[in-house]
């Protein structure tokens, strides 16, 4: 459905609700995907978005819920009806379910779990002991596997009677203990000689995540081996389910959306904009404003110590924004690009040594660049020897700048810490005190040299 269609539908479904006209709802309902509903809930009141989900069938309801936002998931859901609840996330894939539950509260997940059949019940419960941004919280533990002594004919036959053979990518292969041994695509399976067994015929170098991995080293995992599917196992190697390339999509979206939140100096939301709260919003942000407050304190003492300085040659003042800005804009343009590069991992923490020297190289080429430029500039508002003073400054502070965002991100890698929190402003804070710093001593000693 395309923007304006979506926009159409929720106006149409605004104005049923306003006429509580119930039978127009359901015909608005009725023909709609879950998708485009749970969109339009985004623009609905919780208790509108309740009156809709009553109204829809249990299996309808259910992805629904899955695909609103979660805040308004958790503020829709728990206005809901237990038992209605329980029959909507039945229908779910029991993965689908375990992600919902995340954003109800332990009282009313126990409410809704003890209407479910204790086979629903268990797969749920099971998936939820895992840790969200894990391997086990984002795999399906629906995989299909067989004995390593099954032979091909047996394999082939059992798929046959499979019913969702759509969503097999792999034959899984375990041993009595249900330990992975093999693996093998399904196109080598009908091609292989029907009276071998299957521990015969399949890959033994099986490539796994262990379900306590971590959700973005999977993501990568798969997308290096181009897998549509990852087998996922527990410590003791035994096949607990797999996570498929679909999740993964999901995954570089949402680690992609919280390191863009922590270049910005914003605490991850969780969240949409439009549906993050005033208090969500303001704490998410303060923390580091804050704290770059008092890292900024430091430029100002460094100008206070120059004062004497500043008074003999007023003319230095017109620089220092420039400056300064020239110096957070190179170091912030290092540090993005290393952030990414580390997150993706076309860059290790091993591969600083080799990227410093051409760092060096490239920014001393951009200082030299700037200060061309500047060099005029110095000339028509002051003189030879501020424009001197300002050039050397602008190559000095843009080296600087530079290897300041190149290597905050590799320190923070180093100590097993987010690379990303190396964010633009605060790099930007700390080039604005080297800068103030730097281009006052040159001043201050070329200026002296001068005046003397």
Known sequence: ??????????????????????????????????????????FLHAYECDHILELLPPDVAGHVLYELDPVVRGEVGEMLDPRVVSEALTALAPE???????????????????????????????????RPDSAGGIMTPDVFWLHEDTSVDEAVYTLQDTEDIDAISYLYVVDKDRRLTGVMPLKRLITSDGNRKLADVATRDVISARVDDDQEDVAHMVEKYDFSALPIVDAQGVLVGRVKSDDVIDVF??????????????????TSVLN???????????????????????????????????????????????LIDSGGNSGSQAATLII?????GDVRVGDYSRLLLREVAVSLMLG????????????????????????????????????????????????KMDPA????????????????????????AMLGIANG
């Open 96 to 130: 689908e379910a375990a992600d919902v539950f995340e954003v109800f509260s332990d009282e009313f997940t126990e409410s809704v779990l003890g209407y479910m059949n204790p086979e629903a019940y268990g797969s749920i419960e099971k998936l939820m002991s895992y």
């Open 421 to 444: 929190t190396a964010s633009a402003p605060l790099v930007t804070s700390m080039a604005d005190v080297l800068g103030v710093l730097i281009y006052l001593s040159i001043a201050n």
């Open 1 to 42: 459905m395309t923007t304006n269609e979506n926009n159409r539908l929720t106006a149409q479904i605004q104005d049923a609700l306003e006429q509580k006209d119930t039978e127009r709802l359901r015909f608005l309902l009725r023909k709609q995907r879950p998708e485009d509903i749970a969109e339009a809930c985004h």
């Open 253 to 270: 979206q949402e680690e992609t959306t919280e390191d863009m939140q922590k270049v910005g100096s914003v605490m991850p939301l969780n």
């Open 340 to 344: 990414r590069s580390l997150a993706t």
């Open 276 to 322: 993050a709260s005033f208090t969500a919003l303001y704490l998410r942000r303060v923390v580091w404003l804050v704290l770059l407050v008092f890292v900024n304190i430091f430029s100002g003492a460094g100008i206070a110590h120059y004062e004497e300085l500043i008074e003999a040659v007023v003319a230095l003042v017109f620089f220092l924004p420039l």
């Open 368 to 415: 030299l660049s700037m200060a061309a430029a500047v060099f005029f500039l110095g000339l028509y508002r002051a003189d030879i020897q501020v424009a001197l003073a300002v050039s050397l400054s602008m190559v000095c502070i843009v080296i600087m700048g530079s290897l300041l965002g190149m290597s905050l991100p590799f320190i923070l890698a180093r100590f």
